[in-house]
Nanobody, 124 residues
Framework: QVQLVESGGGLVQTGGSLRLSCAAS????????MGWFRQAPGNEREFVAAISASGGSTYYADSVKGRFTISRDNAKNTVYLQMNSLKPEDTAVYYC?????????????????WGQGTQVTVSS
């Protein structure tokens, strides 16, 4: 079983930056690919970014490419999402997810464990 706890959300102005963190429990973190998703009110949960278990491979949604960076520290059982040049349309609850697989994936159904989410609000 893997438990995930996100932190780092908040209120920021357009053009600002935030860094989200996701701390994972358990001894399998280095074998779990990780992902970040987000969900705005009235919308479905959507893929944001993913990173392979080793950290050697990353994948981004087109909407965040060039602005967001996903990374991980396997020694700390933590995955990060650095968000720069934030826009009002980035406002959502951001979720961290883990999958029992080494490789990245972008489907909600591909992930086995989820955090409780952290709110990110970008004001215009």
């Amino acid at each position: 079983q893997v438990q995930l706890v996100e932190s780092g959300g908040g209120l920021v102005q357009t053009g600002g930056s935030l860094r989200l963190s996701c701390a994972a429990s358990g001894r399998t973190f280095s074998t779990n690919a990780m992902g970040w998703f987000r969900q705005a009110p009235g919308n479905e949960r959507e893929f944001v970014a993913a990173i392979s278990a080793s950290g050697g491979s990353t994948y981004y949604a087109d909407s965040v490419k060039g602005r967001f960076t996903i990374s991980r520290d396997n020694a700390k059982n933590t995955v990060y999402l650095q968000m720069n040049s934030l826009k009002p349309e980035d406002t959502a609850v951001y979720y961290c997810a883990a999958r029992r697989n080494l490789r990245t994936a972008q489907g909600v159904q591909d992930y086995d464990y989820w955090g409780q989410g952290t709110q990110v609000t970008v004001s215009s």
